[in-house]
C-alpha cells in the first residue's frame, strides 16, 4: 500500500510539474508573434480568468492610474488569426466596437512595460461591463 501511495503522489508530482511547464509555455514570447512586440518585451504576464463581455472597452491602469498610450490588440473570434488593435487615450480607456460574439485573444504592449495576456469572451447575453487590466514596469 505505500509502494502504491508512493507511486501516486509521484505521478500527482510529475503531473503537476507537467502542467506548470506546459502553463509556462503557454505564455512565451513567441507565442505571441502575430502582436507586436515592445522594445525589449521578455515579460508576459497572464491573466488566468477570461474576460465575460457584451462590448470591449475598459481601461488600462498601473499602481490605480491610468496608461496612456497602451496598445491593446485582439485576435479572432474562434481561432480567426486576423488581429484588431487600438491604443488607450489620456485617461487610460480603449474601445474596440463591432466585434461578433467569439473567444478572442488579447495582448496589452507598452515599451518597457510587462505584456498581459489573457482570453476575452463576446457574447450578446454577458453584461456590458468595461475591463480593467493592471500592468506592470518591466524588469
Not at 10 to 29: D, K, P
Not at 114 to 127: F, L, M, N, P
Request: no cysteine; net charge positive; charged share 25%.
Amino acid at each position: 500500500m505505500k509502494t502504491f501511495l508512493f507511486a501516486l503522489s509521484l505521478i500527482v508530482l510529475l503531473g503537476a510539474s507537467a502542467l506548470e511547464t506546459s502553463a509556462q509555455e503557454r505564455y512565451s514570447v513567441s507565442d505571441f508573434s502575430d502582436f507586436t512586440q515592445s522594445i525589449g518585451e521578455h515579460i508576459i504576464d497572464p491573466i488566468e480568468e477570461p474576460f465575460v463581455v457584451k462590448s470591449l472597452g475598459g481601461q488600462i491602469l498601473s499602481s490605480g492610474l491610468p496608461m496612456e498610450g497602451v496598445l491593446i490588440e485582439v485576435q479572432g473570434p474562434n481561432g480567426n488569426r486576423k488581429i484588431k488593435g487600438t491604443r488607450t487615450d489620456e485617461k487610460g480607456e480603449f474601445r474596440f466596437h463591432h466585434l461578433k460574439p467569439g473567444r478572442y485573444r488579447f495582448k496589452t504592449t507598452l515599451d518597457n512595460w510587462q505584456s498581459r495576456v489573457g482570453t476575452i469572451i463576446v457574447s450578446k447575453k454577458a453584461k456590458s461591463a468595461p475591463i480593467l487590466i493592471p500592468i506592470r514596469p518591466g524588469t
